[in-house]
């Protein structure tokens, strides 16, 4: 993925939007299609993302080598 991705979901009746950063510009999508694929891309970044302890004794141990 060349850029990052945002779900916006709104308070009332506003249908959720998709927005994508890429090479080319910006894209806002709209269609349950594509809404449905951003939400899987998230779910699945979230499998792969470490805890937040995690996340912390990584840095820790990255800072100790000058990384």
Do not use: N, Q, V
């Not at 894209?27 to 951003?38: G, I, N, P, Q, T």
């Not at 891309?41 to 937040?52: C, E, F, G, I, V």
């Amino acid at each position: 993925m060349a850029g990052g991705f945002a779900y916006l979901s709104f308070e009332r009746d506003e249908p959720p939007l998709g927005y994508i950063e890429t090479l080319a510009g910006e894209l806002f999508l709209e269609s349950s299609r594509d809404l449905a694929r951003l939400s899987a891309a998230y779910d699945y970044l979230k499998t792969l993302a470490m805890s937040p302890a995690e996340s912390i004794t990584f840095i820790k141990e990255l800072s100790k080598h000058g990384t």
